[in-house]
Antibody
Framework: EVQLVQSGAAVKKPGATVKISCKVS????????THWVRQAPGKGLEWMGL????????IYAEKFHGRVTITADTSADIVYMEMASLRSEDTAVYFC???????????WGQGTLVTVSS | QSALTQPASVSGSPGQSITISCTGT?????????VSWYQQHPGKAPKLMIY???QRPSGVSNRFSGSKSGNTASLTISGLQAEDEADYYC??????????FGGGTKLTVL
């Protein structure tokens, strides 16, 4: 059974950095890309970026370029998303998900709430 | 890059059919047959309902169907049921290994 299990909720102050983990099981990381999508309270889904596990390439949405880093520990089957210079507008639920060759997300993590507040 | 355009809300009575539109550009929907649709219930992760414009994953009801014309994709739900009440998001490949989502549509079953 494919599962993506994310780390728990986090509360951060403005300017801080958050790192969220996504532990995958039931498949090999190289079977899919992993991408990150966020959802601010009451808002829609927003694509952040992806990691191609085959060659380690990362692609980021222009909005997040330079502030978001997606990495993986392939030995432990964990994918990480780190966001720096947090601001209140980054308060959101962050999802990791698989991304297939048809650019489709069959499997999602449960989401991680990040609250940015002074 | 701006989000794909969806109506904020649609509604229908049980048994009826509704269609949700998703308008993009020639850089995304208009060029690639890589449109997917997700259903999201409150507090839950999105669930894949349609991929590659018209394909239904195993386990998804055949009441859900997708189509595309030009820069606009559509999701049709026939025989509306109470459990269909949710938010729906379209998503398209946008080239250069990027993805773009729609703003979301809230479906209310009256």
């Amino acid at each position: 059974e494919v599962q993506l299990v994310q780390s728990g909720a986090a509360v951060k102050k403005p300017g801080a950095t958050v790192k969220i983990s996504c532990k995958v099981s039931g498949y090999t990381l190289t079977d899919y890309f992993t991408h990150w999508v966020r959802q601010a309270p009451g808002k829609g889904l927003e694509w952040m970026g992806l990691l191609d596990h085959q060659d380690g390439e990362t692609i980021y949405a222009e909005k997040f370029h330079g502030r978001v880093t997606i990495t993986a520990d392939t030995s432990a089957d964990i994918v990480y998303m780190e966001m720096a210079s947090l601001r209140s507008e980054d308060t959101a639920v962050y999802f990791c998900a698989t991304l297939s060759t048809s650019w489709t997300s069959d499997y999602w993590g449960q989401g991680t709430l990040v609250t940015v507040s002074s | 890059q701006s989000a794909l355009t969806q109506p904020a809300s649609v509604s229908g009575s049980p048994g009826q059919s509704i269609t949700i539109s998703c308008t993009g550009t020639s850089s995304d929907i208009g060029t690639y047959n890589l449109v997917s649709w997700y259903q999201q219930h409150p507090g839950k992760a999105p669930k894949l309902m349609i991929y590659e414009v018209t394909q239904r994953p195993s386990g998804v009801s055949n009441r859900f169907s997708g189509s595309k014309s030009g820069n606009t994709a559509s999701l049709t739900i026939s025989g509306l049921q109470a459990e269909d009440e949710a938010d729906y998001y379209c998503c398209s490949y946008a080239g250069s290994s990027t993805v773009i989502f729609g703003g979301g549509t809230k479906l209310t079953v009256l």
